[in-house]
Nanobody
Framework: QVQLVESGGGLVQAGGSLRLSCAAS????????MGWYRQALGKERESVAS????????AYADSVKGRFTISRDNAKNTVYLQMNSLKPEDTAVYYC?????????WGQGTQVNVSS
């Protein structure tokens, strides 16, 4: 089992920044990919960014490229999402995930609100 605890959400004005954190515990050696999804009210969940353990392969949604940066601290078993130049359309619940060989684990979600 893997447990994920997220933090760092909140309210920010457009153009501002937030950093989300996701700390993993449990059988983390089975985790291959960690990342973030988000879900805005009334919309489907969408992938925001992901990072592969070890190789450091990173992927971003087109809507956040150049503004968001995902990083991973293996010593702390934590993945971060630095969000800059935030826009009102970034408002959503952000979910951390950790994908292993047989299943995907999810955090509880953290709310990000960007005011115009």
């Amino acid at each position: 089992q893997v447990q994920l605890v997220e933090s760092g959400g909140g309210l920010v004005q457009a153009g501002g920044s937030l950093r989300l954190s996701c700390a993993a515990s449990g059988t983390i050696f089975r985790i291959n990919v960690m990342g973030w999804y988000r879900q805005a009210l009334g919309k489907e969940r969408e992938s925001v960014a992901s990072i592969v353990s070890g190789g450091g392969i990173i992927a971003y949604a087109d809507s956040v490229k150049g503004r968001f940066t995902i990083s991973r601290d293996n010593a702390k078993n934590t993945v971060y999402l630095q969000m800059n130049s935030l826009k009102p359309e970034d408002t959503a619940v952000y979910y951390c995930y950790a994908r292993g060989s047989s299943r995907t684990y999810w955090g509880q979600g953290t709310q990000v609100n960007v005011s115009s």
